[in-house]
Nanobody
Framework: QVQLVESGGGLVEAGGSLRLSCAAS????????KGWYRQAPGKQRELVATITSGGITNYADSVKGRFTISRDNAENTVYLQMNSLQPEDTGVYYC???????????WGQGTQVTVSS
Protein backbone atom coordinates (compact mmCIF):
# COMPACT_ATOMS: atom_id res chain seq x y z
CA GLN A 1 0.00 0.00 0.00
CA VAL A 2 1.14 3.54 -0.74
CA GLN A 3 -0.07 6.75 0.88
CA LEU A 4 0.11 9.99 -1.08
CA VAL A 5 0.13 13.30 0.79
CA GLU A 6 -0.39 16.56 -1.09
CA SER A 7 0.62 20.02 0.05
CA GLY A 8 0.95 23.51 -1.37
CA GLY A 9 -2.62 24.45 -2.19
CA GLY A 10 -4.15 27.75 -1.19
CA LEU A 11 -5.73 31.00 -2.29
CA VAL A 12 -4.04 33.11 -4.96
CA GLU A 13 -5.03 35.99 -7.20
CA ALA A 14 -5.35 35.53 -10.95
CA GLY A 15 -1.94 35.65 -12.57
CA GLY A 16 -0.24 34.26 -9.50
CA SER A 17 1.64 31.02 -8.92
CA LEU A 18 1.49 28.00 -6.65
CA ARG A 19 3.60 24.89 -6.32
CA LEU A 20 1.97 21.62 -5.31
CA SER A 21 3.91 18.71 -3.85
CA CYS A 22 2.93 15.08 -3.41
CA ALA A 23 5.01 12.77 -1.26
CA ALA A 24 4.64 9.01 -1.46
CA SER A 25 5.09 6.91 1.66
CA UNK A 26 7.53 4.54 -0.02
CA UNK A 27 9.51 4.03 -3.18
CA UNK A 28 7.94 2.37 -6.19
CA UNK A 29 10.51 0.33 -8.05
CA UNK A 30 8.28 -0.72 -10.92
CA UNK A 31 7.62 1.55 -13.86
CA UNK A 32 4.93 4.00 -12.88
CA UNK A 33 3.08 7.16 -13.74
CA LYS A 34 2.56 9.99 -11.28
CA GLY A 35 0.40 12.96 -11.86
CA TRP A 36 -2.26 15.43 -10.92
CA TYR A 37 -5.97 15.54 -11.55
CA ARG A 38 -8.38 18.25 -10.48
CA GLN A 39 -12.07 18.55 -9.79
CA ALA A 40 -13.97 21.80 -9.93
CA PRO A 41 -17.32 22.17 -8.15
CA GLY A 42 -20.05 20.42 -10.11
CA LYS A 43 -17.62 18.97 -12.64
CA GLN A 44 -15.93 15.64 -13.20
CA ARG A 45 -12.37 14.98 -12.19
CA GLU A 46 -10.04 15.78 -15.08
CA LEU A 47 -6.40 15.13 -15.88
CA VAL A 48 -4.01 18.03 -15.40
CA ALA A 49 -0.58 16.50 -15.99
CA THR A 50 1.29 13.21 -15.69
CA ILE A 51 4.91 12.13 -15.71
CA THR A 52 6.32 8.64 -16.12
CA SER A 53 9.18 7.19 -14.12
CA GLY A 54 11.24 7.79 -17.25
CA GLY A 55 10.36 11.47 -17.31
CA ILE A 56 7.84 11.58 -20.16
CA THR A 57 5.24 14.27 -19.49
CA ASN A 58 1.69 14.83 -20.64
CA TYR A 59 -0.48 17.92 -20.08
CA ALA A 60 -4.07 18.91 -20.53
CA ASP A 61 -4.40 21.47 -23.30
CA SER A 62 -5.81 24.00 -20.85
CA VAL A 63 -2.58 24.08 -18.79
CA LYS A 64 0.10 23.70 -21.46
CA GLY A 65 2.66 26.47 -21.22
CA ARG A 66 1.52 27.45 -17.73
CA PHE A 67 1.99 24.33 -15.59
CA THR A 68 5.09 22.17 -15.22
CA ILE A 69 5.17 18.70 -13.69
CA SER A 70 8.37 17.21 -12.32
CA ARG A 71 9.43 14.41 -10.04
CA ASP A 72 12.22 13.60 -7.63
CA ASN A 73 12.51 9.84 -7.56
CA ALA A 74 15.00 9.88 -4.70
CA GLU A 75 12.47 11.76 -2.55
CA ASN A 76 9.41 9.88 -3.89
CA THR A 77 7.86 13.24 -4.64
CA VAL A 78 6.07 14.75 -7.61
CA TYR A 79 5.59 18.48 -8.07
CA LEU A 80 3.26 20.71 -10.04
CA GLN A 81 4.43 24.26 -10.67
CA MET A 82 1.43 26.36 -11.63
CA ASN A 83 1.99 29.79 -13.14
CA SER A 84 -0.38 32.37 -14.64
CA LEU A 85 -3.24 30.87 -12.63
CA GLN A 86 -6.77 31.70 -13.72
CA PRO A 87 -10.11 31.41 -11.90
CA GLU A 88 -10.96 28.37 -14.03
CA ASP A 89 -8.00 26.57 -12.43
CA THR A 90 -9.92 26.55 -9.14
CA GLY A 91 -10.63 23.10 -7.75
CA VAL A 92 -9.38 20.27 -5.60
CA TYR A 93 -6.13 18.90 -6.94
CA TYR A 94 -5.48 15.19 -6.44
CA CYS A 95 -2.16 13.41 -6.62
CA UNK A 96 -2.19 10.14 -8.57
CA UNK A 97 0.08 7.14 -8.85
CA UNK A 98 -0.37 4.22 -11.22
CA UNK A 99 1.97 1.26 -11.24
CA UNK A 100 2.33 0.07 -14.82
CA UNK A 101 1.57 -3.55 -15.72
CA UNK A 102 -0.50 -3.91 -12.56
CA UNK A 103 -3.91 -2.86 -11.29
CA UNK A 104 -2.44 -0.65 -8.55
CA UNK A 105 -3.72 2.91 -8.57
CA UNK A 106 -3.43 5.30 -5.64
CA TRP A 107 -4.93 8.71 -4.91
CA GLY A 108 -4.14 11.42 -2.43
CA GLN A 109 -6.74 13.17 -0.32
CA GLY A 110 -6.63 16.33 -2.40
CA THR A 111 -5.58 19.91 -1.83
CA GLN A 112 -7.73 22.96 -2.54
CA VAL A 113 -6.57 25.55 -5.04
CA THR A 114 -8.64 28.73 -5.27
CA VAL A 115 -7.86 31.46 -7.78
CA SER A 116 -9.65 34.76 -7.28
CA SER A 117 -10.39 37.14 -10.13
Amino acid sequence: QVQLVESGGGLVEAGGSLRLSCAASRSIFNSNVKGWYRQAPGKQRELVATITSGGITNYADSVKGRFTISRDNAENTVYLQMNSLQPEDTGVYYCYLRVLFSSSVYWGQGTQVTVSS
